[in-house]
RNA sequence: GGGCCGUUAGCUCAGUCGGUAGAGCAUCGGGCUUUUAACCCGAGGGUCGCAGGUUCGAUUCCUGCACGGCUCACCA
């Protein structure tokens, strides 16, 4: 072993520089500019893939004299080869699908076929020939000119178990994407999903807009900030923890539907449900309520997964999970009397008005309770100990406190309580959604009574925003807004456990 | 941050009731012009995560640390 660019160099890699200089002394530039293809292997897969399969020799005879006359020119990573004497195969992959080649030594020249021979797995290559079928009915390229492309001077993971080691694939994607099939699908299929849902909000008069990343404030969410600072104004920044309070100042501005879909960034816990920074979906319509926001939210859900998944039932960790259509609506209270704990007597409705008995059960169920909670927020703890994970189907959960929704719009039958719902599904927070508050002298309460709690020790309490109160003073119109979690949406539809597996570059400590 | 578990060859994994380790793939040499986890013959490759401790002797037992996984707490 001796120190080289990449670290400790093992005898692999000694072999593959060996490998490459050898290369190079045939005169094949080392790092060539570009190739130009006739096809991406997709594109043949796609295209020719129908005269795969075994056939008897006449057939097969047949096939190839048809075959023979596509001239192909294609370029892709040598995945595996399997080398005889003077004729090899090998596949080749563009990262989507792969295709086989077959070359043999009389057929290219003598340069071409000492290139071949000193190729390791990983290298990218080009070749130009003619398609055939093999006598086992894979669709090939009979090569006839070799081109060099870009060296692998690392050896590739394991070609039949791929890459396992989860630290790895998190820490060098791109080698468990090289490795791992199912890991790229996750990732294509996480892109059509964001297409989709920008495509439903276009196609209904949605504008998508960008608000700042780097704020002064943070705001519109209950968390921690990440902070910066601005080193030519001199102050503090803070990374967005939601765009909320922007959106809104939107509405105001005469944007009458508006959509962000971006990153949000909150200083807490890593779990296999968080990541510190995180995509969101939120949108905001005026003259809306948010009844018209759970019916909205079907629509594209169900939208969603039948194009994405092909089937309104899905899978998820375990669990048939059925979209149709409506979806299960309960309160709060309701949600947590329903999955009240089988060792535990159900309480009575209203026993879930009295505080001693919420920090009781509180204390019993999650073995702790903070003595400055308010019930409203003991209530919330409740749900989310006894509640949240058995929320399997589509779920709305609605009459929330006011106290723990400080930017939503009060019920006008019962003030403590707010117009909003959250969505479960999976046992997942998938969206949380209300009629929004735009009464400023209302909001300005709101946010009087978040900094008390703040001085009370609530680090996650919401700041005084007085731009935004003065925005409301212009006045709002009525309006609903949601806010819908992109990597846990994209969890349930690609039937992934943990936040990680559908984000390409999950934070991680560093490697020492 | 707490608890539990993991870390052995480039990769995927065995294993050692404490006597310094094996397989498959990959690599190297030889054979092979329709193979496909190619095959056949031969070979090399490891400070068993790091640092201490116990011991005649530690990869194995103990402690600490690092990184990771699950989980609890915080949160979406």
Redesign the pocket.
Known sequence: ?SRGIFG?E???????R??FEVIRALGFDPYPHKFDRTHTIAEIVRTYGRYAG?KPPEELERV?AELRQVAVRIAGRMM????????????LSDGDQRL?I?I????VSEREWQLYN?L??GDFIGVEGYL???????L?I?VQRLHFLAKAF??????????????????QRY?DLI?NRASREVFVRRAQIIKEIRRFFDERGYIEVETPMLTPLATG????PFITHHNALDIDLYAR?APELYLKRLIVGGFEKVYELNR???N???????????T?LEFYEAYSDYEDLMELTEELLTHLVRTICGSLVIEYAGNQIDFTRPWRRLTLKEAILLNWPETMPTPAPEDLDVPERLSAWLQAI???C?PRWSPA?ML??LF??VA??KLIQPTFVLGYPTELSPLAKQSEEDPTIVHRF?LYIGG???A?AFCELNDPAEQYRRFEQQMRLRERG???AMVMDEDFIRALGYGMPPTAGE?I?I??LVMLLTNQ?????VILF???????
Request: hydrophobic fraction near 30%; aromatic fraction near 6%; charge should be negative.
């Open positions: 072993m400790e093992n005898e692999l890699m000694v072999q593959r060996k490998n075994a190839n595996t080869t399997r080398l005889m004497g003077r004729a090899a195969f090998a596949h086989q077959y043999r030594s009389n057929e000193h390791d797995l055939f079928v093999t006598r086992t009915g894979e090939t009979h690392l050896p590739l993971p394991e070609k039949w178990h791929g890459l396992q080691d989860i630290e790895m694939r998190y820490r080698l490795a969410a209950a968390a921690r923890i949000n960034f909150r807490e816990g890593i779990s296999t449900k968080h990541n510190p920074e995180f969101m999650s073995g702790r903070d927020q919330g703890k989310e100990h949240e994970e959250e997942l927070e998938i949380n609530d680090e996650e806010g979690g990597d846990r456990r943990s936040i990680r597996d999950p934070h991680m400590r560093p490697e020492r």
